[in-house]
Every structure is written in structure tokens, then in C-alpha cells.
């Protein structure tokens, strides 16, 4: 079965299947599910505050360092970035800001500000 890819439109093929069936995308390799299998807005936040997101926790660093140690690699501290879906805490910005990285956070349950969505800048977006 096919479903069109919600970033770019093309059609995607199934993918992998559990519980639910994931789609990927054979242009933008992106791999989601169809619209009908994601839970309610309200479901979605009371998940992601279960998240223990505590920013002053090494063991959380650790586990985010493969992002931010290849943001250093790869981008200067001049350069802007965005983490999109930052969820409840700013580990990554948090991290990064140590180094003079200049991260702005976004989520649309937390860090609501889509102003950062309309800027017309190059914003580097990661995970």
C-alpha cells in the first residue's frame, strides 16, 4: 500500500509494520504514518511530559552528544541553528550554548514560538 508523504508529496511505500504501519518516502527517505494512526494533540503532550528531560543530568548529556558533537564538527558558533521538537527541556540548546552556540528552541506543546518558523535566515535544524 502506498500514502503520499506529508513533507513532499510523493508517494511513499509501506515501509516497516507493528502496531501500526510505517510509511517511507522514496524522494525525502522520510518515514512516517499515516495521519489516521497518530494519536490526539492532548495524548501526544502527556507522553512527552513523562520524558525525565532534566538538563543538569550528565547521563542525559551523554546521551545527546552524538547531536551535539556533530553540530560541532560540522557548524561554527556563529552559525544559527534550531532545535525543532525540543520537547519539554533545552538539553541540546543547553549543551551547545556552553560552547557559544546560538540555539533557538522550538516545540509546538513547550517552546511555542513560531516567529522562529517565519524567519527568512538559513536555520540549521536537527533532532
Do not use: W
Not at 502506498?2 to 525525502?28: I, R, V, W
Amino acid at each position: 500500500m502506498k500514502k503520499q508523504c506529508p513533507l513532499c508529496q510523493t508517494q511513499a511505500n509501506e515501509f516497516f509494520k507493528d502496531t501500526q504501519t510505517y510509511y517511507k518516502c522514496s524522494s525525502c527517505y522520510g518515514i512516517f504514518v499515516d495521519k489516521d494512526d497518530l494519536v490526539d494533540k492532548q495524548s501526544e503532550k502527556e507522553r512527552y511530559e513523562l520524558h525525565s528531560d532534566d538538563v543538569g543530568d550528565e547521563g542525559y548529556k551523554k546521551f545527546v552528544s552524538p547531536i551535539t558533537s556533530s553540530i560541532m564538527n560540522d557548524y561554527k558558533a556563529s552559525d544559527v541553528g534550531l532545535d525543532f521538537g525540543a520537547g519539554t527541556s533545552t538539553i541540546i540548546a543547553s549543551v551547545l550554548n556552553e560552547y557559544d552556540y546560538d540555539i533557538k528552541n522550538y516545540d509546538p506543546f513547550f517552546h511555542d514560538f513560531h516567529e522562529l518558523l517565519e524567519k527568512k535566515v538559513r536555520l540549521y535544524f536537527f533532532l
